[in-house]
């Protein structure tokens, strides 16, 4: 009975140090690349422009269609252009949360309704993991460096056009 109950707690240990090495494992297998390494997507062959009250914007995008894109986006980024940005895709409109947890730059967020239109544009602070919402919900969001939306008379209302921005 004492072996029976020893090979019990044995195997329990065993499970329990295996589900806790296995995100590890999967992380460190990730095609061998380091966590902590930024993710670069490519350049969008199309620029995205936004349409302003002086006149039109062109950017240079990356684009985060997916979950696990949208959820590493321009995490531990040191820099980028100044005429780039990343613009996250979202399924439906919905409301939408980021953090700027492990994100090294500051950032302009300009969240974008279905139609285009700028519904909101917030301010990211490095490494805070306070929340950043608009109040409306919105199916796209584009992340600009800081001021940017400012230097170039960008605000709410404008329209942003890209062949991944689809107008219903």
Sequence with gaps: ?????????????????????APQMCLAQNNGADIRQPMLLPVDSAPLVIVTKSGSRM?????????AKRSAGLMHRQSMPDDRGML????AVRPVSFWMKNTPMPLDLVFIAEDGRIVSILGGEPFSPAIISPREPARYVLELKAGTAEREGITEGDLVRHPKIVMR
């Design 1 to 21: 009975m004492k072996t029976g109950r020893w090979n019990l707690v044995a195997a329990a240990v065993i499970l329990s140090v295996s589900a806790m090495a």
């Design 59 to 67: 950017f240079s995008v990356e684009v985060a269609d997916d979950a």
């Design 88 to 91: 996250f895709i979202f399924e």
